[in-house]
């Protein structure tokens, strides 16, 4: 079925770099897509989102790409902190009305992040 | 304003029995989304809520079940409960659940079945 999938599992980083994490989506039908971060022990918490008819978003710190030529998204976290260490996952929707609630996550990419 | 909150924060049962997780969204969010999560299978969906009707349904047999009431309080039940069971199953918010809408997790209840 349709998927969303991360590229690099395992992400370790100094403090201070920048991280770039990657994802990959199969479903052309997508038009919304979300960057979770996820500490232990606690939900996903909301990073950052991106619409599909936009290239690129920027917040604090966070940047999404997305190519829709190539189905790829990426997060950029720039100056990385070691509280920046968790999880992070990948999810998109769309489709319509079937896709109420629904979010398809991608497998997730652990960050650490050095002192 | 207090985000979504989600009951018990763990459990344990045994092979056979039920459980009955609760999860209150954030104030004026009228949609809930049920997720399980495991280390195999990742992030799933369930099912979604909104005005008290299941809306949206993912793919897990008839064992799990949920409802929503008219306060958008929502509940979930597993019967007959399986080892594969054992997860951590978030329950997230949102004012309406349109397509282009971001989700809000709650910390999630840690099923653990023996």
């Known amino acids: 079925g349709e998927s969303v999938g991360l590229h690099l599992p395992t992400l370790s980083v100094q403090e201070g770099d920048n991280s770039i994490i990657n994802c990959a989506y199969s479903?052309?039908?997508?038009?919304?897509f979300i960057w979770y971060k996820q500490e232990s022990g606690k939900g996903p918490q909301f990073i950052i989102d991106?619409?599909?008819?936009?290239d690129k978003r920027q917040g604090q710190r966070v940047t999404v790409l997305l190519n829709k030529t190539v189905k790829h998204l990426s997060l950029q976290i720039a100056a990385t902190q070691p509280g920046d260490s968790a999880v992070y996952f990948c999810a998109e929707t769309g489709g319509g009305g079937t896709s109420y609630g629904k979010l398809t996550f991608g497998q997730g990419t652990i960050l650490t992040v050095h002192p | 304003k207090a985000g979504v909150t989600q009951t018990p924060r763990y459990l344990i049962k045994t092979r056979g029995q039920q459980v009955t997780l609760s999860c209150s969204p954030i104030?004026?969010?009228?949609?809930v989304s049920w997720y399980q999560q495991t280390p195999g299978q990742g992030l799933q969906f369930l099912f979604e809520?909104?005005?008290?009707?299941?809306?949206n349904k993912g793919n897990f047999p008839g064992r799990f079940s949920g409802r929503q009431f008219s306060n958008s309080r929502s509940e979930m039940n597993v019967s007959t409960l399986e080892l594969g069971d054992s997860a951590l199953y978030l329950c997230a918010s949102s004012v309406n659940s349109a397509t282009n809408e971001k989700l809000f997790f709650g910390s999630g209840t840690q099923l653990s079945v023996l």
């Open positions: 809520y909104f005005s008290e009707t299941q809306r």
């Open positions: 479903n052309s039908a997508s038009d919304y």
């Open positions: 104030s004026g969010h009228r949609s």
């Open positions: 991106i619409r599909s008819n936009m």
